[in-house]
């Protein structure tokens, strides 16, 4: 097992996005980036903590590449803006990949520098590539959110489609 570490705007979007590829084992939501040794979302909400919302897999490389996981980051939010994804805004929802490795890393500088390339977005990409740290494990009410309340307002708005667009993208990777 390998471990990848995104923060892409609201946990509970990258949560519902990658809990459905196989190949993912584990998706914890938590908080990374920071300089608060005890972060809580109330924390990180107020917006000096430093902390990223970020989602931890734990994945089987053997079965889904590292590649196809930075795909699906790229795809389910926008990198070209900072500290903001939609009506979320701070630095707590920043485009970030915490990497575990050397590998993890060049990989995804080689993909942000392609995607720059391509010109897929109008802007350039922001997003903060660093070495991970100490991850946080988010509150237990942040765990399996959009599972648990698909008819709530922002679930039904903003989660519900990105999840329904990685069901449509990603097709050969999904869970059986």
Partial sequence: MALA?????????????????????RVQPGYMGGHDPAPTYEKICRGDSGHAEVVQLEYDPDEIPFEVLLTVFFTVHDPTTLNRQG????????????????????????????????????????TELSPAGAFHVAEDYH??????????????????????????????????
């Avoid at 519900?160 to 449509?168: D, H, L, S, Y």
Wanted: aromatic share 14%.
């Fill in 87 to 126: 009506h979320d805004v701070g630095s707590q929802y920043r485009s970030a990949i915490f990497y575990h490795s050397p590998a993890q890393q060049a990989a995804a500088a080689a993909m942000i520098a392609s995607l720059d390339a391509e010109g897929i977005w109008p802007a350039p990409i922001v």
């Fill in 5 to 25: 570490t995104f923060a892409g705007g609201c946990f509970w979007c990258t949560e519902a996005a990658f809990m459905q590829l196989q190949g993912v084992r």
């Fill in 143 to 176: 765990h399996d959110y959009f599972r648990r309340n698909p008819e709530q307002g922002y679930c039904r708005a903003v989660v519900g489609p990105k999840a329904a667009k990685v069901r449509q993208v990603f097709a050969e990777w999904l869970q059986a």
